[in-house]
């Protein structure tokens, strides 16, 4: 069972907008930044978006993040076929002074 | 900016040692602004952090993991090796060699991922 907690899968039509809610604790997702990463079938993992809504070159700005106390958000505007895969967050958990990931949760484009 | 790639065998046998090395280029593993470490994915489950080590010696481990495992970094050639001693099925994944970023006291984002390779224990 993971540290942060996501939902198994979420899903919404093309075009429109999805969340993905990760949630933790205070040693981990509130005092640390989380970072997310998509992951397409028999591929590696890829870093989407991280601290305060800093994304790596090439990833579009239809993928933000929203914070709120033990909590982070992933927020996908304008959903593309594209863009379905598995998303995970992940942060710093100060107690455990490890790094840990929630279960992932896997993305259909209706 | 980096360039991971993972190297070593695909079967294990049960409790054996598993030793993988990831091969870095595109820049020294004497980075001061990254940890290299692990982090492994079960067939059709989620990510597992296995650990990290920077190149000041600092590093960390998943404490499930703690006791069997091992990081270590071989800066002549440019790279770094892992080693789970006592290997059961539960050990058979895919093995990731990635690089987070390092802060003095945690280790922030994943920016760099090897392609992955898949370790069987059997």
């Known amino acids: 069972q993971s540290v942060l907690t996501q939902p198994p899968s979420v899903s919404a039509a093309s075009g429109q907008k999805v969340t993905i809610s990760c949630s933790g604790s205070?040693?981990?997702?509130?005092?640390?930044?989380a970072s997310w990463y998509q992951q397409f079938p028999g591929a590696a993992p890829r870093l989407l978006v991280y601290?305060?809504?800093k994304r790596p070159s090439g990833i579009p700005d239809r993928f933000s993040v929203s914070k709120s106390a033990a909590s982070a958000t992933l927020v996908i505007t304008g959903l593309q076929t594209g863009d379905e895969a598995d998303y995970f967050c992940?942060?710093?958990?100060?107690?455990?002074?490890?790094?840990?990931f929630g279960g992932g949760t896997k993305l259909t484009v209706l | 900016q980096f360039q991971l790639q993972e190297s070593g065998p695909g079967l294990v046998k049960p409790s054996e040692a598993l030793s993988l090395t990831c091969t870095v280029s595109?820049?020294?593993?004497?980075?001061?602004?990254?940890?290299w470490g692990w982090i492994r994915q079960s067939p059709g489950k989620g990510l597992e952090w296995i650990g990290i080590v920077h190149n000041t010696g600092t590093s960390h481990y998943n404490p499930s993991l703690r006791s069997r495992v091992s990081i270590s970094l071989d800066t002549s050639k440019n790279q770094f090796s892992l080693m789970v001693t006592s290997v059961t099925a539960a050990d058979t994944a895919v093995y990731y060699c990635?690089?987070?970023?390092?802060?003095?006291?945690?280790?922030?984002?994943?920016?760099?991922w090897g392609q992955g390779t898949l370790v069987s224990v059997s």
């Open positions: 601290d305060n809504n």
């Open positions: 205070k040693s981990n997702i509130e005092y640390n930044y």
């Open positions: 595109g820049g020294s593993i004497s980075s001061v602004n990254y940890y």
């Open positions: 992940g942060t710093w958990d100060t107690s455990l002074s490890a790094f840990i």
């Open positions: 990635a690089s987070p970023r390092y802060y003095y006291d945690s280790a922030g984002r994943i920016d760099f």
